[in-house]
């Protein structure tokens, strides 16, 4: 019998919004994806879901589907690797727990950063919150902006290249689980984990087979091969590797914005992967608009 979807295509499964680190609302991001002509979006902020429910009303008056997600912050030794989780429940107390551990981490870590940056340049904490949306999680992207402001960089991606480069000694890394750790609590959600972008500068290293097979064992889904960031080959070694652990591949833009150079369906994932993923997904449901 033929799958019936109630979802369409073109499928853009990482994105972000003013909640984390995107420079439009969850409502405008959603008006951006069907000006782009998707037909399915994912809002994946950083450690958080506060952005959900104004996107699953727009996406609604919009026509075009949403999954609700999060892009969950995890660490293996001092390397960040960022797990992508797809309709899970928002409300699950291992969650919950753990994001609000990360983000009061994160907000630490950003204002220990700019006190050092600020004996350096004419920066301070409240030209940071200035560019930062009430509730939102607090990161690097929101320092970019503020040296922007500032005038001490052109870009936010000026200011990752230098003064916020992990080389520059203004940078300092939070507290963030292990990968083995998330894709327990995301699966025992109900949600589906996705690792985002494995094949960047040495992601192939910090997730070496070894590591990849346990989280395959503990339920990983699958790996964010289409993704800009992704060397090519690391991401050929990576397709390999998913196809000996049966993990899918699945396609993103990882939009913020203005925040960054990525537009919206630049990559993108194939219903099947999603027909999966929705069918794995026990702790919420898509918004069909």
Known sequence: MPVVRRFRAPIDL?????????????AELIRAAARAGLGTV????????????DA???AITEDITLIPGMEFSTRVDYSSVHLLAYLFDPTDVGIVTEIARIRAARLTRAEQMVQRIGFDYALTWDDVLAQTMADATVGRPHIADALVARGHALTRSDA??????????YYQPHYAPDPLRAVELVRAAG??????HPATRGAVEVIPETRLAKLAHAGLFGLELEHRENRPEATAHLAELAKKYGLFVTGSSDYHGTGKPNRLGENTTAPEVLDRIIEQGRGCVPIYG
């Open 56 to 58: 699953a009303e727009t």
């Open 160 to 169: 990752f290249a230098g003064i916020l480069h992990w080389k520059s000694g």
């Open 14 to 26: 990482h994105t972000h919004s003013t909640v984390s680190d995107g420079t439009e609302t969850p």
């Open 191 to 196: 949600g589906v984990p996705v690792i985002a």
């Open 42 to 53: 994912a809002l994946t902020d950083h450690d958080s879901t506060a952005g959900w429910d």
